[in-house]
């Protein structure tokens, strides 16, 4: 990490902590692709554009809202992103992972991820959710490239354990409790944004894979490098090319994700009082 980026994560940290002094920032949560709607379901909601903090990237992607709610799930107070910046998007790779810097930077613990994502898996069908149990990073690049800042964490991380155990076992455990199926798989990441063909589905399925998608890894590295206790979840939203007749969309993308809205919200709900 370069200085004047360390800098304008520092900034951008405290530009936050100034706009919610008395605000607990231990926990916080980031909600992919047509996922955005939990942010309504806060209680005593502070809503801040992110164009409005310095040097946060703005979100260029629809079903991303560049917004940041700070709030309370029952008595567990939240910091949730409504809407990332991708790769794909033209951004250096720690301009994708800024926002994980500065949630590290705010003194974030638990870090839950979501995205929507295509699955490989013939078994796996739209509308499931998957708690992500380890990952393949496919985008020919490491977020933690470049000069390393001891502050930041060890130049070589290890990532045995990339998704925590314990906060993996607290969404089982929810979701079990709500009654909401639960898949566990391993997620492939592209940069994206064509979406993958058939070719490539079959390789990640080969490799292990279950799902693929164009974020979320190159934040889940980061946030273990920095310490950050990290829970992903994908909302599968299609079958990756090849194992369906039908011609991959966003806004197909967008339409699952709206079609297991409440689901969702339910599981997080329940994952995020059991944090508190």
């Not at 149990?133 to 933690?144: E, F, I, K, S």
């Not at 290890?158 to 155990?165: C, G, I, L, Q, V």
């Amino acid at each position: 990490m370069g200085m004047k980026n360390k800098i304008q994560i520092l900034e951008a940290a405290a530009w936050l902590r100034e706009k919610a002094p008395d605000f607990s920032f231990k926990n916080a949560l980031v909600l992919g692709s047509g996922l955005g709607k939990f942010g309504e379901t806060l209680k005593a909601p502070i809503a801040i554009e992110t164009a409005e903090i310095p040097h946060w990237p703005v979100p260029t992607v629809a079903g991303h809202q560049g917004r940041i709610v700070l709030g309370f799930v029952g008595a567990t107070p939240v910091m949730t992103l409504q809407g990332r910046s991708h790769f794909y998007e033209g951004h250096a790779m720690q301009r994708v992972v800024f926002y994980v810097r500065v949630m590290a930077a705010l003194g974030v613990e638990n870090l839950i991820l979501t995205n929507a994502a295509g699955t490989c898996n013939p078994n796996f069908r739209p509308g499931d959710l998957m708690l992500i149990v380890d990952h393949l990073n496919l985008m020919g690049t490491n977020p933690l490239i470049g000069p390393n800042d001891p502050e930041s964490g060890p130049r070589f991380p290890d990532m045995t354990e990339a998704y925590n155990p314990g906060l993996s076992d607290l969404v089982r455990q929810t979701a079990k409790e709500c009654g909401i199926p639960l898949r566990e798989g391993v997620l492939a990441a592209f940069t994206g944004p064509s979406y993958e063909t058939a070719a490539e589905i079959r390789m990640i399925r080969t490799l292990g894979a279950d799902a693929a998608c164009m974020s979320t890894v190159p934040e889940v590295i980061t946030a273990v490098q920095a310490g950050l206790k990290v829970a992903a979840i994908s909302c599968i939203t299609n079958m990756g090319t090849g194992l369906s007749a039908s011609k991959l969309s966003h806004d197909e993308v967008k339409d699952v994700a709206g079609q297991i809205e409440q689901r969702f919200i339910n599981l997080l709900t329940g994952v995020l009082e059991a944090i508190g």
